[in-house]
């Protein structure tokens, strides 16, 4: 994949999903000159902490895992904060636009963008 040259050496970061015959390993990555780096991983054993013991390749382990991924990132890069996701179970869709163009705690504007991969 090409990229501009106002760009260069700015990182994209891509998902990497792996299901193995006993887990499921999900990694957030960016590619660099030297090699490819790791933001961020998680794996499904590490849901045994959370008590899921058995079937950690299946569907919803994946999904878990995941979503461990993103809390976990989340937390590193500081936005769990501004981005609290939904709070009640209504069924209704959720934008995290919302919340980009919500007021913080301090009643100034939240400057902080989501992260994509």
Do not use: C, H, W
Request: glycine content about 8%; hydrophobic content about 35%; overall charge positive.
């Amino acid at each position: 994949m090409k990229q501009d040259k106002n760009k260069y050496n700015m990182p994209r970061f891509r998902l990497i999903v792996r299901i193995t015959n006993k887990r499921v390993i999900a990694q957030i990555a960016s590619s660099t000159l030297t090699g490819d780096k790791i933001l961020e991983s998680s794996d499904s054993t590490d849901l045994t902490k959370y008590g899921l013991t058995a079937g950690l390749k299946n569907y919803s382990a994946a999904y878990l895992t995941g979503f461990l991924l993103g809390k976990r990132l989340l937390q590193k890069q500081g936005l769990d904060k501004f981005y609290t996701g939904n709070k009640v179970n209504d069924g209704k869709a959720y934008d995290v636009m919302n919340d980009y163009n919500a007021l913080d705690a301090k009643g100034q504007e939240n400057l902080r963008k989501p992260f994509k991969a």
